[in-house]
Structure formats: structure tokens, C-alpha cells
């Protein structure tokens, strides 16, 4: 399971109920139990920034609280995060996978890049200068 996007614990806790058997009944009181409060258990549920993508954020944004909650607030959907993220910058710890990709490890380190990002026109007289 990816620990990148949005998540809705209520409505994945009911998928995964379902998937298991439970009619809606057993299903409303055992999300009673673990304290969700709803009116019925298909009730939409607000998207919830976590996992490694709330660590991303948090890192291109240098934890910074002010900024972090601006953000969410202006970020009406996925696709508007992922827009502010553009240009942003992060170092995170990777790993392979099963099939021997190399994938950013959700549940390493995520540390903001210090330095500012160098024009490209830097880079392309840099390579111009490294001797072949």
C-alpha cells in the first residue's frame, strides 16, 4: 500500500469491512468503537493530508505551521497540492521495492534542500566546462 495521498481513515476502515464480510450494521458499531462520529457510515469524509506526502509537505515548507496551514487551506484538492509543490524541493531516504525500483521510502527521513536552486544556464555552462 502507498503511503503517498490522501486518506479517508472512516471510508477505508468501511472498504476494508466490507471486503471482509460485515454487513453495515457491524460495520457502524465497530466504527464506534474506534471514536469515528458520522450520521452513516458512507457520509463523504474530508481528505486528510498524511503518510509520506504530509512529510514531502513539510519538508518543502520547512515545517513551518503558518505556512503549512496557508497551504491546506488554499489547496482545495490533490491536484492543487501537487501544483503548489512545483519547484519545491526535498532530500527523503529510498529503498527498492520488489520488482528492484528504487522508490522514495515513506517512512525514512525527509529533510528540505538548504541551498537555493541553481538557473539551468549555470548547469549547462558547468557541463560545458567539465574536460572529456
Known sequence: ????GLSQPRLS???DLRDDGLDD???AKVLEKKGFQFEDID???TPKLGGALLRI???????DPRALKKLLEECLTF?????ALIGKRFVATTRK???DYTRLDGKGEFYRVMAPARAEAEEDEDFEK???
Open 25 to 27: 450494521e457491524t460495520i
Open 43 to 45: 457520509d463523504p469524509e
Open 57 to 63: 509537505v513539510k519538508a518543502c515548507y520547512n515545517a
Open 79 to 83: 491536484d492543487d497540492l501537487a501544483n
Open 130 to 132: 567539465i574536460p572529456f
Open 1 to 4: 500500500m502507498s503511503t503517498f
Open 97 to 99: 521495492d520488489k520488482n
Open 13 to 15: 476502515k468501511v472498504r
